[in-house]
């Protein structure tokens, strides 16, 4: 495996100075042989006018947010993070990698989660290269390996998880985000580890049931909401209904027997949990009549 080290370029404006000092004594050298009648020093100096043209390919420049990859001969020679203008040997390749920040979208992916409903799930994965020679020599290419590598990970977290949690503790794709995040993070980093590449945050984008189970999957969340809220309206109503019950019997107001008390009870829990208004009788007779 290969690991990124640092290359000790020389100083750009330094090799530049020196090479703009040279070429004008080379010149004048070369002039003056010609006219002396010194061929073999004119031939000399043409010679080192050539090699200072062909060094001036050993130029270059790193900006803030890349790095350049130096190699000669197809043998890796090191990388250049440090900014600004810099000259190697002029028969080094030198490519350039960003350092920079990315983030990409995957597609809507068609997976099953862990209860086999089919669902659709797409994430946001943000970058970034941390080891150059790495990225550039241990992969073919590694924003493609990136993408592909993200996309099996999500499908992986997919199908661990359900969409919906029916249980207190369950954590689920649509209510537990952070520790699905997480685990999104974490995976795509396994995989992602010997493009040295870091994954800095992946998080869900778009989760939904598929078209085709959609309405059927909306349909029992509605009903799972109507149980939760009539369990709800049960318990308040019986709630008010013993607390009336008590404030009648502690405050003398009216003896109720058993049956009436039951058939109180009935009334009451009529009147809190319908989902309509309750429409008041008046009773002008006996209220046992």
Known sequence: MIRENEFRASSGLSTLVLMLVALPLLAAGFISSMRNDRPGLGVLAMILIVVLAVSAAGFFTVNPGEAKVLQLLGVYKGTVRTQGFWYANPFMSKKTISLRV?????????????????????????????????????????VTYVAVQSESAVRAVAQT????????????????????????????????????????????????YSPEIAQAMLQRQQAGAIIAARSRIVEGAVGMVEHAL??????????LDEERKAQMVSNLLVVLCSERAASPVVNAGSIFG
């Open 161 to 208: 998880y359900p969409y919906d949690s029916h249980a207190d503790n369950e954590e689920a794709l649509s209510t537990h985000t952070a520790e699905v995040s997480l685990a999104l993070q974490k995976a795509i980093q396994e995989r992602l580890a010997k493009a040295g590449v870091e994954v800095i945050e992946a998080r869900i984008s778009h989760l939904a």
């Open 102 to 142: 990315r983030n990409f979208e995957t597609a809507k992916l068609k997976v099953n989660d862990n209860r086999a409903n089919p669902i659709e799930i797409a994430a946001i994965v943000v970058w970034k290269v941390v080891d150059t020679a790495e990225a550039l020599f241990e992969v073919d290419n590694y």
């Open 246 to 255: 008590e404030m009648l019997s502690s405050k003398g107001i009216v003896t």
